[in-house]
């Protein structure tokens, strides 16, 4: 995005007229921006020529998802919904892992019918039931193994998983039991260990820290796997004062650990592909004052764009349009949901502004539409596709009497 005689275009379209034709809130998504993003990905592992599965999570339009197929991804699948989204995009089913701590039996003879890549298991009891539905098929299916390698990722607790405390992945004692059973079975193949440590991560060392644990597990266990699942999380700068992942850092660090282990890297990135892609453009109603606060009540609210209620995630917020007059105000800019959790963020020396006015929130292509719900019986944004000039609608606004 940038500014040309004061009015903001994503792509080479203002975002005033977006606004103009098809009303807000509405979700804006760059295709040059996704473009670029996975041609950086892809460059900076060339190196060892991973498998990229990208976390349908993060942002399940189909669109999208069709889009980044063209460049060769597969897909990370966490349930049926999203294993049939990906199947539909055309993605190979040679090239989709299912991840999870809880997949029902349904999930999983689904997924051995359609031959996907692997199902990486989180469990015992989970390993027990894909053998059991593998056995009434009389199917040996291919499986990863999460090990949980308890290490700190240095990111939000609400999406830190790797530790100890959190519900996924085994510890390297039951890890190595489930390696041990696996072998005895006549149908699973345990082809993968699978680990991820968080999301939203910003700094290389997490990683390196777990790229040893999993060496060490590895030669421990004795067991050779065609596969290793580092899984994803990998950040972006949501904030001016964040800094980028090094890449660079972590590729070295990951061919320095492929020294000892001749297996195929997996990766599960969704942020890094999708999250400053997308921006929400929205509408101000109403500014409403009181003795300690002014309140920017914006026509988008908490059920378009969660992050900020739930784990008090940042958006860099701007205006469609600039002005040169700076207000003496602090802005706090909410939602119309009956819960004060319904805000986005506040802000000092922002431009004055008025009702109608257009703002937007940036980098809200993961993790954004993908966590909207109906609360209050809120019909969803539209989502949009730029790529140039042209826009094409790649899902239409709800309406309320389809809710009703």
Known sequence: MRYINKNLLIEQVRVSDIAKKFGTPIYCYSLNQLKENINNFQKSFKSFSPLICFAIKSNPNLSLIKEIKNFG??????????????????????????????????????????????????????????ERIAKSKKKIVNIGLRLNPNTDAKTLKQISTGKKENKFGVDEKTFFKLVNYSKLSKNINLKCISVHIGSQILDYKPYEKMLKVVDSVIKKSKHKFDFIDLGGGMGIPYEENNKKLNYNKYNEAIKKFLKNHNSKVIFEPGRSIVGNIGSLVSKVLYIKENDKKNFVILDTAMNDLMRPALYGARHRTIPAIKTNQTSKKIYEFVGPICESTDKFTTLKKFQKLKEEDLIVMCDVGAYGMSLSSNYNVRPKP???????????????????????
């Open 73 to 130: 991804l597969g897909a990370d699948v966490v349930s049926m919904g999203e294993l049939m989204t990906a199947l539909k995009a055309g993605i190979d089913p040679k090239k989709i892992v299912f991840s999870g701590v809880g997949k029902t039996s349904d999930e999983i003879r689904y997924a051995l019918d359609k031959k996907i890549l692997l199902i990486n298991a989180e469990s015992k009891s989970e390993i027990n039931e894909i």
């Open 382 to 404: 539209m989502e949009i596709l730029i790529k140039g000039s042209k826009i094409n609608i790649k899902k239409k606004r709800q309406k309320v009497k389809d809710l009703i």
